[in-house]
Every structure is written in structure tokens, then in C-alpha cells.
């Protein structure tokens, strides 16, 4: 069986704006320079999550990680099995693909074409979510997805895909956004690359390659 998680969980953190402390130049695509970095340190996102825990796992879980400066796999592999145990208890049947990156990716909802039961299986989702996978999930999908910290979260795509050998250094968030316009069509990389897709989705973009 196919592991599951909180399909809104992934997109919290993600759009955090500001120029904060100075990114070392060296190896940063020009999207990379051009974005600055957040203002917050990555301990003092992770303090901000933990006071936003409801639960005594999310907290004690947090409270490693900043004595850490991180979260471990092993940190988010638990708190997706104790999202999985509320899950299959509510009767939620999401399928999720892991990603290269370690994170598991929506694959089907498993709610029903009805209205209710979508409103439903959404309302359990967050229910679940909430205490175990939804402040983790963020925090490590931020790490994983953005470890530079940088502002700009199409930065982050670009700066993946120049590290994974699919992008330019010269690739811009211009170009960024025309390709998206465009579906992606004549963008200089491939959206089936699995690796290409976990860029976008560890960064907060949760697209998919155009049929």
C-alpha cells in the first residue's frame, strides 16, 4: 500500500517574501542572486512552526530539529505514519507517490465525485493532518525544496533544476514565467523527468506535464 498524507499541507510555507542574511554567491543561478533570501533564518522557521504545534509529537519532533538545525527523513517518515494511521481510520483512501526528493506526492484522492464527499474527505484530511504531517511536512519540503532559503520560490525551481543539471545559470524567473504561460511547453526541460517535477514539487508547485 501506497503511503498518505495531507494533500494541503505541502503549500503552507512556502511563500515567504523578504531579503534576509546574504547567501553566498558562489554556485547560485542569477534567479538565485536576484532573489535574496528570506528574512528568517531556518531556526527561527522552525521555532514559528513549533509554536504553532498542537501536539506533543509536533513539538517534541520541532524541538529536535532546532537543536539539530533540521528535520531527518526519519522525522517525516514518522510523522507520515501517524498521518496515515488517522487517515486509513477516517476511511481516506489518498494514494501518494514518493518523490526523489522523500516526499510523497498526491496521486489520487480517493473522495468521490461528489460534492460532499470531496467537502468530506478534505475536512478529515485536514483534521488528520493537523498535529502530525502538516508543520513537519512543511518545514522538511522547505529544506529539501529550498535549502539556499531563497525568497522567491521560482528562484528555488530554478536554482534545483541548474543543480540537477536541467537549467542554465542564466535561466530567469522571466523565462520561468513565460514557460509556465506556455504549459511548458518549450520550456529547456522535461516535466515526466521525475526529477524535474520534484523541483517544482518540493518548491510549492504542484504541476504536471502537459498531455
Do not use: W
Amino acid at each position: 500500500m501506497r503511503r498518505k498524507a495531507g494533500a494541503s499541507a505541502l503549500l503552507t510555507v512556502f511563500v515567504l517574501v523578504g531579503c534576509g542574511a546574504t547567501e553566498p554567491q558562489e554556485g547560485l543561478t542569477e534567479a538565485a542572486r536576484a532573489a535574496g533570501t528570506m528574512d528568517e533564518t531556518r531556526t527561527e522557521l522552525l521555532e514559528e512552526a513549533r509554536e504553532r504545534s498542537t501536539t506533543d509529537f509536533e513539538r517534541e519532533t520541532l524541538d529536535r530539529a532546532i537543536a539539530n538545525g533540521g528535520l531527518t527523513r526519519q522525522d517525516y517518515e514518522e510523522a507520515f505514519d501517524r498521518y496515515q494511521e488517522c487517515a486509513e481510520a477516517a476511511g481516506l483512501q489518498e494514494t501518494y507517490r514518493k518523490m526523489p526528493s522523500g516526499l510523497y506526492r498526491l496521486v489520487e484522492t480517493g473522495a468521490g465525485d461528489s460534492e460532499d464527499s470531496t467537502a468530506a474527505a478534505m475536512d478529515a484530511n485536514a483534521e488528520c493532518a493537523d498535529g502530525t504531517i502538516m508543520r513537519i511536512e512543511s518545514m522538511y519540503a522547505l529544506q529539501v525544496g529550498n535549502p539556499h532559503l531563497l525568497a522567491d520560490p521560482r528562484a528555488a525551481v530554478i536554482q534545483c533544476l541548474y543543480e540537477q543539471g536541467y537549467a542554465q545559470a542564466d535561466y530567469s524567473t522571466s523565462d520561468f514565467d513565460r514557460d509556465m504561460e506556455d504549459g511548458m511547453r518549450s520550456a529547456p526541460f522535461d516535466l515526466a523527468d521525475e526529477a524535474v517535477d520534484d523541483c517544482f514539487y518540493s518548491s510549492g508547485f504542484a504541476i504536471s506535464a502537459h498531455k
